[in-house]
Each structure stands twice: as structure tokens, then as C-alpha cells.
């Protein structure tokens, strides 16, 4: 359960603890589910200006949330050569 207006995230009841930025990573992708992002839309969509460094931050990012998600991480999945998406399978 993802509450935008508390910036809450529950899982089997528990709070789920992610920075702003993954929060906001996470509500993109859950927002658009099957829709595939490249690093460089989310890093637009997300920084909301041209941030100039390596994309692979978006990587660290993504690592982390999927570590706060423990057994629910396979929800988002990596196209490889693309980006990642959100699906509930």
C-alpha cells in the first residue's frame, strides 16, 4: 500500500523506510505500471532538471528500494539496455 499524501509505504503492515527520492522513484514506476523508464526519464521526471553525472545513480536507487522491499522486490524489473519497470505478477 503506497500513500502519496503521507509518503507512506506499508508492506504486510509494516512501514517501509526509503528516502524522498526513492519514494519518488518507486511512485513513478507504481504509478505506470508495465510502463518501461530509462534511467535518463526517471533522472528528468524525478531531479526534475538535466542532472549531469552518471546515470547509474538511478541504479543505487533502484538497489535500495528493492532491498526495502524484501520479498516484494521482484515487482520492479529491470529491461535490460533500457530502463525498469513496475509490475504486479
Do not use: Q
Not at 512501514?15 to 522513484?25: A, Q, R, S
Not at 508495465?34 to 546515470?55: M, P, Q
Not at 536507487?61 to 535490460?80: E, W
Amino acid at each position: 500500500e503506497m500513500n502519496p499524501t503521507t509518503r507512506e509505504i506499508l508492506l504486510d503492515g509494516e512501514i517501509v523506510n526509503l528516502t524522498n527520492k526513492e519514494f519518488n522513484i518507486l511512485h513513478l514506476l507504481a504509478s505506470n505500471e508495465k510502463i518501461v523508464f530509462s534511467r535518463e526519464i526517471i533522472l528528468n521526471k524525478i531531479w526534475e532538471y538535466d542532472y549531469i553525472a552518471e546515470t547509474r545513480i538511478v541504479d543505487n536507487h533502484i538497489k535500495n528500494i528493492r532491498k526495502a522491499l524484501g520479498d516484494y522486490s521482484y515487482y520492479i524489473s529491470t529491461v535490460f539496455g533500457v530502463g525498469y519497470k513496475f509490475e504486479v505478477k
